[in-house]
């Protein structure tokens, strides 16, 4: 299990916070006018710098005739730099070994500046990475990486996701109860991301072997998309592809539909060689952790909120 990064990144975490009073508000616009200075991107004027609100204050710390402020804004903008290569290279080890360690460095300095923190705790910080990498036209010609970007950052999500107890004895409600409106518990931090890549081979190639990675390599050419599934097992995050069918009815109990309306759509899941056997599934689930119990849904069908994917 990951341990997420705890680190007071913002200015704001560490400077006393200022008021709106007469008296406070120059050191306002000076703290406004460093966090602009410290996200903005290396040989560009400090962002905002031509605002008013920026332009009469009096900005000591901003002085550009200053050795020793420039020196600061150095080490604070270098300081940054290094906290979002650990922060994000914690949170994806794979888009690391993808591209390369010094690749990796540059991409997370550049979504430093165009996504700054804006909370303390660095753990928080990473999710808009999947959507940069989709938008990159650099990395148009490798467009798996955003997928296993998601994939990871599902992962990243799911070691600190709530703890829930496993219900066992409220499986007995499927043989007792009437199947509408029942549904089943999934794991703390379950996701779904559907890909036209092999995504789920790619992440477990890297973290664990498996499939080799020649193999994982041979579905990517191949062009042989995966339904990836995250959940937590216990405490562990684990992902793996799953079947077609399995994903759709996994889909609509996040989306917080009762089991009849998630069997129907993995019985209509077009994609399924086989008919899909939900006893098989199920026990599977439940060994695997990823079903943890039955519940009876408040209301059911698509918006009832009881269970969502992570964000």
């Not at 379950?190 to 992440?203: F, K, M, Q, Y």
């Not at 990675?213 to 599934?229: K, N, P």
């Not at 759509?265 to 599934?281: P, Q």
Request: proline letters at 9%.
């Amino acid at each position: 299990m990951r341990h997420p990064v705890s680190t007071p990144c913002c200015i704001e975490d560490v400077l006393e916070p200022a008021t709106h009073t007469q008296d406070n508000r120059p050191l306002a616009t000076q703290q406004q006018a460093l966090l602009r200075a410290l996200f903005a991107r290396p040989g560009r004027p400090e962002a905002g710098a031509d605002d008013e609100a920026i332009d009469g204050a009096p900005l000591d710390l901003l002085d550009a005739g200053s050795a020793q402020t420039r020196r600061g804004l150095q080490a604070y903008q270098a300081n940054g730099h290094a906290l979002a290569e650990r922060s994000l290279g914690a949170a994806y080890p794979v888009i690391t070994a993808l591209i390369g360690a010094d690749n990796f460095a540059r991409l997370a300095r550049d979504v430093w500046h165009s996504h700054p923190p804006t909370r303390g705790d660095m753990a928080l910080w990473g999710d808009a990475l999947p959507d940069f990498l989709q938008a990159s036209e650099q990395l148009a010609d490798v467009p798996y990486l955003a997928d296993v970007a998601r994939v990871e950052w599902a992962l990243h999500r799911a070691a600190s996701a709530a703890d829930a107890r496993p219900d066992p004895a409220s499986f007995a409600r499927l043989g007792t109860e009437a199947p509408e409106g029942l549904a089943l518990t999934l794991s703390p931090g379950t996701a779904l991301i559907g890909s036209p890549h092999p995504a789920a081979s790619l992440v477990t190639a890297h973290l664990h072997g498996v499939p080799p990675l020649d193999e994982a390599a041979r579905r990517l050419r191949e062009g042989l998309g995966e339904h990836v599934l995250v959940w937590r097992q216990g405490l562990r995050p684990r992902v793996g592809a799953v079947h077609p069918a399995a994903a759709a009815l996994i889909q609509r109990l996040l989306d917080g539909c009762d089991l009849p309306q998630a069997l129907d759509a993995a019985g209509a899941c077009d994609a399924a060689a086989e008919a899909f056997d939900f006893s098989t599934w199920l026990t599977t689930a439940v060994t695997d952790g990823l079903v943890t119990g039955v519940h009876r849904l408040t209301a059911a069908g698509p918006n009832a909120p009881t269970q969502a994917p992570l964000p």
